[in-house]
């Protein structure tokens, strides 16, 4: 079957083309379809005399069956039409729909059913994203006609096209040539010269000719109206030049746009930038591209990319060089050989790929996954709805969780980024697709990080089924599909805000998430939200993000206003000396804390606000911008202790929470844990914990972290274990940094720490394999599979529990991780 798809710039007569060539293939005998991939849907006005219904009319999930009532007969004897279509101007993505359209004809195999001969593909003008590439990413389009004029911003376009091809040419599809619709000869010849720059040709040329504007007039091809006239006689050699057109050996070329301005002025393009010489280093990714290189993918820590040697090309693995095999070349921080299904090496191809390696000197590991991304900043975050990582640098500044960018094998300790509280009443809307709420792990034991199962927030050690990711009772989702994609996602957004502002209620916070699918779309939701809160006296935020608990200073200022309101809405009653907010699975043990104090605490359920006002003092368990900002803003009287993480802090935070109260009275001491305490403490003296990290972490390791807080170096120095500090120190001011923090330390840790540096993964290896007195490695990665592989156990911060009894119950749970000495009797290969 003969597949063809015509593109070029709006307005240069593609449509006239694409139905004269669909007309003459059909006199021929041959049973042709034509599809117009194009919202405005008149492409087939010639074929059919009259706007046929479009296929986006009639749904797009609706199956064969809608495709086949969008298919319309044409005029002409062996001619089908379909079109498209798409939303109204201005909403939605016309893109979506044509790929719809052509999943759904692909997927119930209807060419091959229906017996078509060709089909003719008439692409939107200006195809001004992948989704009118659709042909091409289906694998439906054999050759490509790109039809052009003597104007150069015609054969721009035209230019830029070539490179689409190009980009699809794995699906099949290769660029038959140019038709040129031009009003002279001296116009064909410049259309000659691009094509020769560009290595494609000319397929013919259609002169300017009243004819076809008599048939367009008529809504007929020239080919049927005036089959005598020069226009139609061109027609009918450009369609014997399509289908006579062998895909060419070498692939077209688009050209850079220097060489493009020199090819129409025969003058040098003026590239060079104010303020930057010409001797600034290239770029990586250009000097990647330069060498042949074009990274294809990533998969298992590698880089996999095709690298072009002559009219060959081979594909190629490019690995870091702590991990290259013998045999593979080395340059800088990275390695590349062959891949196996390049075939056999023989030691001319291998010189050639070595010259190319040994030319990309500077070049470092990062920049390959650089290149594919598409810019510098690769970090990515590991728990996306928990703590949203900074896709930029914002002014130039650090990223946001810098600890999750490639090459950070080094780090155990994950900081993570500050979190904010939702107060209850605030309604958010998350305008997304609903299987989005289902893309993180977060609160499950499937988590990489189980920070938000650690601390005096989190959930505890039994996470029993996955949970959703953002599980607030106020939070609901648009249900945002396919078919809102390419009709338009308006009326749908007023829906779900409308029913969320009477959830909150007037006067009410409504926050909106717009979210990947839809962002893509630029709907106007600042108007959709403004005629929302007008109607029902209510604040609507909008937020591009995808997270409801990152903090920015406008989110927070607005929470923090919402929840003051609130509370200061409420009758003041003293019911209960103290309100735990926030706190998770740790609530019990403080609630029994408070009680040894003489402290009653309020119960977990009810209203929030009403338990607030009923209570002398809030406590939380970490900083929180929004409940401080907004108890504060209501009078009422708050406290963040440090966390209770061992004897000493949780005596501290006892006595922070009744120094606030104005208490003096201490609590009384549980003598059967402290008896247990001591007994296991002593067990625990004879071993040892590390501490992986680099200098500046020991403040996490110390109860800074944003999210758990726990102090674990704290807390078993105080159960007397001897600490190993391993610090990542390739150089020697990151010695010295680490060790004026180690003597910062109180003196109740520091002489129990002991000091070692590396700067590879097989120095650590060896660090942690031969001291024989450790046995335990702190990670916030649950069975971290670093330390299986040195023999030793991961531990984990949900170990640590909080108050006088948990401590003895964490020192039980370390003491028998230590005797359990599994990996070291049983290492992984």
């Known amino acids: ?62 199956g064969e069956q809608a495709l086949r009532a969008s298919i319309h007969p044409s005029l002409f004897k062996n001619i089908n039409c379909v079109e498209a279509g798409g939303p109204q101007a201005g909403v939605g993505c016309a893109g979506a729909g044509i790929g719809a359209m052509l999943d759904i004809m692909k997927e119930f195999s209807v060419l091959e059913k229906d017996g078509y001969d060709a089909v003719v593909f008439d692409v939107l003008g200006d195809v001004v994203c992948g989704g009118f590439a659709a042909p091409l990413r289906r694998g439906l389009a054999g050759k490509a006609v790109i039809v052009v004029s003597e104007e150069m911003l015609s054969l721009y376009a035209a230019n830029k096209l070539v490179a689409m091809v190009n980009n699809y040419a794995r699906n099949g599809v290769w660029l038959a040539g140019l038709a040129v619709n031009a009003k002279d000869q001296a ?9 020769a720059a560009a290595r494609t040709r000319v397929l013919g040329m259609i002169p300017r000719d009243p004819a076809v504007a008599r048939a367009e007039k008529m809504h007929r091809p020239v080919t049927v109206t ?34 493009f301005q020199e090819l129409f002025t025969g003058r040098p393009a003026e590239t060079a930038l104010a303020g930057v010489s010409r001797g600034d280093r290239v770029p990586p990714a250009e000097r990647l591209r330069r060498a042949g290189f074009t990274v294809t993918g990533i998969a298992g820590g590698q880089a996999l990319a095709s690298w072009r040697s002559g009219q060959l090309v081979f594909n190629v693995i490019i690995s870091s060089a702590s991990d290259a095999r013998p045999g593979m070349t080395r340059s800088g921080d990275w390695a590349v050989c062959f891949a196996p299904d390049a075939g056999p090496e023989s030691s001319a191809r291998r010189g050639a790929l070595d010259a190319a390696a040994a030319g990309l000197s500077g070049v470092t590991f990062d920049d390959f996954f650089s290149a594919f991304g598409g810019g510098t900043d690769f970090y990515r975050n590991i728990n996306a709805f928990e703590e949203l990582a900074s896709h930029s640098l914002p002014g130039g500044g650090a990223p946001r969780e810098p600890h999750v960018g490639f090459g950070q094998w080094h780090r155990f300790v994950f900081p993570g980024a500050q979190t904010i509280s939702v107060p209850p009443g605030v309604a958010l809307v998350e305008h997304g697709e609903a299987e989005c709420r289902f893309s993180s792990a977060a609160r499950t034991p499937l988590s990489a990080l189980q920070r938000s199962a650690a601390g005096l927030a989190g959930s505890g050690l039994e996470p029993v089924c996955p949970g959703l990711p953002k599980e607030d009772a106020n939070a609901v989702n648009t249900g ?8 338009g996602d308006g009326p749908k957004v007023e829906a779900a805000l409308g029913a969320a502002a009477r959830m909150t209620g007037k006067g009410g916070l409504v926050e909106l998430y717009n979210t990947c699918s839809p962002m893509l779309l630029a709907t106007d939701l600042k108007a959709h939200a403004g005629r929302v809160a007008a109607a029902e006296g209510v604040k609507i935020s909008r937020y591009n993000l995808n997270s409801f608990y990152l903090g920015v200073p406008e989110k927070t200022a607005a929470r923090a206003a919402y929840a003051a309101s609130r509370l200061k809405a409420m009758k003041r009653r003293r019911a209960w000396d103290v309100n735990l907010c ?43 911008p929004v409940l401080e900002k907004g108890f ?6 708050y406290v963040v202790p440090p966390a209770p993480y061992g004897l000493a802090a949780s005596g501290a935070w006892l006595k922070a929470v009744t120094a606030a109260l104005g208490r003096r009275k201490s609590a009384a001491l549980p003598k059967a844990a402290l008896d247990q305490y001591d007994v296991l403490s002593k067990k625990l003296a004879r071993f040892a914990v590390a501490f992986v990290g680099q200098a500046g972490e020991l403040g996490c390791l110390r109860g800074a972290h944003p999210r758990c807080g726990v102090p674990a170096l704290d807390f ?19 010695r010295a940094a680490a060790a004026a923090e180690v003597k910062r330390l109180p003196a109740g840790i520091s002489r ?28 916030d990665i649950p069975m971290d599979p670093r330390a299986a592989a040195a023999g030793k156990t991961a531990l984990s911060p949900l170990v640590f529990e909080p108050g006088y009894e948990g401590a003895a119950e964490t020192l039980r749970r370390l003491e028998a991780l230590c005797r359990w000495n599994f990996n070291e009797r049983y290492p992984s290969r």
């Open 1 to 62: 079957m003969e597949s063809i798809v015509f593109f070029g710039k709006g307005g240069i007569g593609k449509s006239t083309v694409a139905s004269n060539v669909s007309a003459i293939l059909a006199a021929r005998g041959r049973k042709v379809l034509h599809v117009g991939c194009d919202p405005k849907g008149d492409s087939t006005l010639a074929l059919t005399g009259r706007r046929v219904k479009h296929f986006a009319d009639g749904g797009v999930f609706a």
């Open 480 to 487: 945002f599909t396919y078919a809102d994609a390419v009709l």
């Open 187 to 195: 116009a064909v010849r410049l259309a000659q010269a691009f094509a």
């Open 632 to 637: 504060a803003a209501a009078g009422y009287g």
């Open 582 to 624: 926030g706190f998770g699975a740790s609530r019990g043990a403080l609630e029994a804390l408070l009680k040894s104090a003489g402290l009653s605490a309020a119960p977990e359920a009810g209203d929030f606000y009403a338990t607030a006002a009923g209570s002398a003092l809030q406590v939380l368990p970490e900083p929180d």
């Open 716 to 734: 078993l120095a105080e159960a007397g274990m001897k600490l190993r500090l391993l610090v990542y120190a390739p150089a020697p001011e990151a």
């Open 752 to 779: 129990r720490v002991s000091l070692a540096f590396f700067s590879s993964p097989e120095e650590l290896n060896e660090l942690l394999k031969k001291d024989k007195a450790l046995r335990l490695v702190y990670s």
């Open 226 to 259: 005036d089959a005598r006239s020069p226009a139609a006689a061109a027609m009918v050699r450009l369609a014997a030049a399509i289908q006579n057109a062998k895909k060419p050996e070498v692939s077209p070329r688009p050209l850079s746009d220097q060489e």
